[in-house]
């Protein structure tokens, strides 16, 4: 039962465009939300959070979205570079409990 | 801080035989995971430990896996005996406090042939 789904294995994008990833969650009960990108031969780095109680953060060219009542969020990255290439994963979190929920992930391309 | 390190980085063995990984956490951190990460379901938490003691191990796949932390800089993943279906990066993370910000090794790369 996957309970955070990321339904794009890859997206390519053109450099200095916007670049849109979504995630879809099924579990109510998910309070916290983040995105993790991760290099080839490298561990997942944190980029983003955003808490159930928000629906938009943003940090620089990053921005992710909640969509409660769709159980959907989405980060966007604005402008797209190419140092963007990666594949980025979507986690989700109950609230008081201490793992996080991790999608597929989404291997993102930007072409100059 | 030299981050989460893992051990060894590539690992190659027959079905058979026994695989034991290694990770060495961030100095201070009391949270400690251990992921698997396949094409088809991605990231999956096989176990945590919260000061050394395991707290969730519910996405141990099976009895052939086992995990041990036996001390707060020093933590095992063991596979006895291994299948070829258990090929995949093996992931330590480690946190602070909470489990959001993980911080991630560079993963082990276990082929069994």
């Known amino acids: 039962d996957q309970q955070v789904k990321q339904n794009s294995p890859s997206l390519s994008v053109q450099e200095g465009r916007i670049s849109i990833l979504n995630c879809d969650y099924t579990n109510s009960m998910f309070d916290y939300f983040l995105w993790y990108k991760k290099y080839p031969a490298e561990g997942p780095t944190f980029l983003i959070s955003i808490s159930s109680i928000k629906d938009k953060n943003e940090d620089g060219r990053f921005t992710v979205f909640l969509n409660k009542s769709a159980k959907h969020l989405s980060l966007h990255i604005v402008p797209s570079q190419p140092g963007d290439s990666a594949v980025y994963f979507c986690a989700a979190s109950e609230e008081g409990a201490q793992k996080l929920v991790f999608g597929q992930g989404t291997r993102l391309t930007i072409n100059p | 801080d030299a981050g989460v390190i893992q051990s060894p980085r590539h690992e190659v063995t027959e079905m058979g035989q026994e695989v034991t990984l290694r990770c060495k956490p961030i100095?201070?951190?009391?949270?400690l995971f251990w992921y698997r990460q396949t094409m088809m379901r991605g990231l999956e938490l096989l176990i945590y430990f919260n000061n050394n003691v395991p707290i969730d191990d519910s996405g141990m796949p099976e009895d052939r896996f086992s995990a041990k932390m036996p001390n707060a800089s020093f933590s095992t993943l063991k596979i006895q005996p291994s299948e070829p279906r258990d090929s995949a990066v093996y992931f330590c993370a480690s946190s602070f406090l909470r489990a959001y910000e993980q911080y991630f090794g560079p993963g082990t790369r276990l082929t069994v042939t």
């Open positions: 100095s201070g951190h009391d949270y």
